[in-house]
Each structure stands twice: as structure tokens, then as C-alpha cells.
């Protein structure tokens, strides 16, 4: 049976600080899991209800009662994995990199990392507001992404004028992203998801890009930030291709 302790212990890392304090993530479901066993991400223990057949001691069988105990889902999936956080690696900054200023939604940043992974961008540069990307929602969305991603966290700002980069902001009155020539190395920056690219970071813009609405009416205010990272990231990927 788990202790109370080793519940605590786990529960607590839903929370940003004891993650960071602790040095651990949680990770929940069984395709999830396999994916970053087989990655160089190092576990720490997988409780399930089901053997995966690893190493004995870092495999503990529980009940389904004591996973529901543990999970952050509603529904729990069979096992609840927690990973050491890994450390950071340096950005490499010679292809095409997302960054990310203040992006919040846990969801938009999970399917932002699977965006990263589907177009083969390696780098994902985060400002320190936007959301953990080791918070189990996060992780959860990138259904395995999160371990072929490098994720950074930074001053955005000063991170943007560094690099002699162009750097590409996403912005409802922008240069039409179809006309417009893009590199093979450069920055796309995506906004808040209310209030878009801060002005700090729109400082060390050297574009702004769009996409249009074609609807009769243009009655839609604006796009989901993963929706519009996805239709950019095609349109920079479909000139190189």
C-alpha cells in the first residue's frame, strides 16, 4: 500500500513550485508513459496497476483505488509515471525556432509542443509567464511530444535581440503570411491568448505576419493561438520543403 507520505509526495507536484523543489513530474497514461521510458528522460518510479515489465525497483503495483488517489485525471489510465525533471540544454539557434510569450492555456502549450515535434522544430523558446510545460495538463496534451521538443524558458525580450535572428510576431494586422518570403532560420513568435505579443517583445520584432480571414462577413475575432501556430508553422515548413 502507498503511505501517506508517498501520496503527498506525488499530489504535491501538480503544483509548479514543489515540481522545481522536488526536481519531478508526473505523467499519466500508458501510451504517454512508454514513450518516455523509451526516451532518455529518467524515471523515478511508475506506480500501475498493470507490470510493464521493467526494472522491479523502480515499478510499484497498486490498486485502482490507490491510482485514484494519485491521479490528476478524472478517469485514471492504469499508471502514473514521475520523471526527473531534466536540465536545461542549450538553444540551438541555427533553424527555425517557436517562441512563446505568455501563452497560459495548458492545453494551447500541450498541442503548441506537438506542433513543434509534427513540423520538426526543435526549439521552444518560452517566456517565464507562460505556463510549466512539466504541469500534468501540459504534458498530457503533448501525448509524447514533450520528449523530442527542447523546451527553454527565458527574458523574451532580450532572448529575441540576441541572436541577429529575424523575428517573425504574429498579429491580426500584419504583412499577409502567403505573400510574404520567410527563411529557413528564424523566430515565430506567438502572443498571449488575450492580449497578444506584449510590448517588450512586439520591440524586438522585425515583422509582424498574418493570417486572413476569408469569411464573407469577418466577423471572427481572432484565432486559437495552437490553431494559428499550426497554420504558420505550415506555411514556413511548405517553403523549404
Known amino acids: ?21 522536488q526536481g519531478f513530474f508526473v505523467v499519466e497514461g500508458i501510451k504517454t508513459i512508454k514513450e518516455l521510458l523509451d526516451s532518455n528522460l529518467e524515471l523515478q ?5 498493470e507490470s510493464f515489465n521493467i526494472d522491479a525497483k523502480d515499478e510499484i503495483i497498486i490498486s485502482e483505488n490507490e491510482l485514484k488517489r ?6 485514471p489510465n492504469k499508471a502514473l ?17 517557436v517562441a512563446l510569450d505568455a501563452v497560459r492555456d495548458p492545453g494551447n502549450l500541450g498541442t503548441i509542443i506537438r506542433l513543434c515535434d509534427w513540423f520538426g522544430v526543435g526549439e521552444l523558446v518560452c517566456s517565464k509567464e507562460t505556463v510549466d510545460c512539466y504541469n500534468p495538463k501540459v504534458v498530457q496534451a503533448t501525448m509524447g511530444s514533450i520528449t ?11 532572448f529575441l535581440k540576441q541572436h541577429g535572428l529575424p523575428v517573425y510576431g504574429a498579429f491580426m494586422d500584419g504583412e499577409v503570411v502567403y505573400t510574404k518570403s520567410l527563411p529557413d532560420a528564424g523566430i515565430l513568435v506567438m502572443g498571449n491568448e488575450a492580449n ?46
Open 1 to 21: 500500500m502507498l503511505s501517506k507520505n508517498q501520496i503527498k509526495s506525488i499530489t504535491r507536484l501538480k503544483q509548479k513550485k514543489y515540481r522545481y523543489q
Open 45 to 49: 518510479t511508475l506506480y500501475t496497476t
Open 70 to 75: 494519485i491521479s490528476f485525471l478524472t478517469t
Open 81 to 97: 509515471a514521475v520523471f526527473k525533471i531534466p536540465k536545461p540544454k542549450p538553444i540551438k539557434t541555427n533553424k527555425l525556432i
Open 148 to 158: 523530442r521538443v527542447n523546451i527553454s524558458y527565458v527574458e523574451l525580450d532580450g
Open 196 to 241: 497578444g505579443i506584449s510590448k517588450p517583445v512586439e520591440a524586438a520584432l522585425t515583422d509582424k505576419i498574418s493570417i486572413p480571414r476569408f469569411g464573407d462577413l469577418q466577423a471572427t475575432e481572432s484565432l486559437n493561438v495552437a490553431t494559428a501556430t499550426a497554420i504558420l508553422l505550415s506555411e514556413f515548413k511548405r517553403r523549404v520543403y
